[in-house]
């Protein structure tokens, strides 16, 4: 049986009487992988922001399982297993990949008083296995600042998955990456959603394709449609609204 996660129901944001969010229902199950496309300023990453606690809507539901989340600030919805990884990767430079997993895992459970303390051998593995999942393994004794752009945005979903969260939002993890860490990144997500949501806001239609998940398509702060990718880009109001203007700017890109 699936079960629901995340319920959603007429969430709208306006900033100075600009609508950019107006979603009328989205729905999340457990162990959910799901891609949000759209155009830019389509209301992506404000969704996330209102997840996330971030900014506050004027109207509307979000619940996790029986939880709302807009009676909560963004601690509490942290502590309620709510992990969410921004546009640019916020990572500490001058720290190892060890110290960085270690300083997020101290900062969830609140224990901040020395980064080098003693550290229980049990939490030690969970770091070193949160590595291993991200493909940072043979990296943890390096400065977090010689990493790859790629193995940056890496570590910081495992400084997400420090913490044990139910639910990863996941703002455009492939932008900047090269075609090999794109790949290897579609291959993480997808291993993440065995034991938890995630939801991914993604405008390579390649790695979309990849990830082979139901996609939500916003499109002015609306759901436009909502279904596999082999639905959604023959829907005639996607390509109109969004993948018709992707292929033209990607064909003057390549003009250029
Ligand atoms: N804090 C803010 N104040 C005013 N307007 C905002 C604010 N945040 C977002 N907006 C506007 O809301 C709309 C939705 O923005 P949002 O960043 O959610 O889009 P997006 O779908 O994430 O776009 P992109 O693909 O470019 O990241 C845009 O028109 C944007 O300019
Ligand atoms: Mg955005």
Request: proline share 2%.
């Amino acid at each position: 049986m699936t079960e629901r996660l995340l319920y959603v129901e007429g969430l709208s944001v306006s900033f100075d009487g600009f609508k950019a969010l107006d979603i009328s229902y989205f729905g999340l199950n457990e162990r959910e992988l799901r891609v949000v496309i759209g155009p830019n300023g389509a209301g992506k990453t404000t969704f996330m922001d209102v997840l996330c606690g971030k900014t506050k809507p004027d109207t509307g539901k979000a619940l996790l399982r029986d939880r709302d989340l807009l009676q909560m600030d963004e601690k509490g919805i942290v502590d309620l297993g709510v992990g969410r990884k921004f546009q640019t990767p916020s990572v500490f430079g001058s720290l190892t990949v060890f110290e960085n997993l270690l300083l997020a895992r101290k900062a969830d459970r609140g224990i901040f008083r020395s980064l080098f303390g003693t550290l229980a051998g049990s939490e030690r593995d969970k770091l070193v296995a949160v590595s291993e999942t991200v493909g940072l393994a043979q990296e943890l004794d390096l400065s977090a600042g010689l990493l790859s752009h790629g193995q940056k945005q890496w570590l910081e979903i495992g400084m997400l998955l420090v913490m044990e969260p139910d639910l990863m939002l996941i703002d455009e993890p492939a932008a900047g990456m090269t075609d090999e860490e794109t790949h290897k990144t579609g291959e993480l997500l997808k291993a993440l959603s065995k034991e938890r949501s995630v939801i991914v806001i993604e405008h390579d239609m390649e790695f979309v394709r990849q990830l082979d998940s139901l996609v939500t398509v916003l499109c002015e702060g609306r759901v436009l449609t909502e279904g596999t990718m082999e639905k959604v880009q023959n829907d005639p109001a996607v390509i109109e609204q969004y993948l018709g203007r992707a292929r033209e700017k990607k064909k003057e890109e390549s003009r250029a």
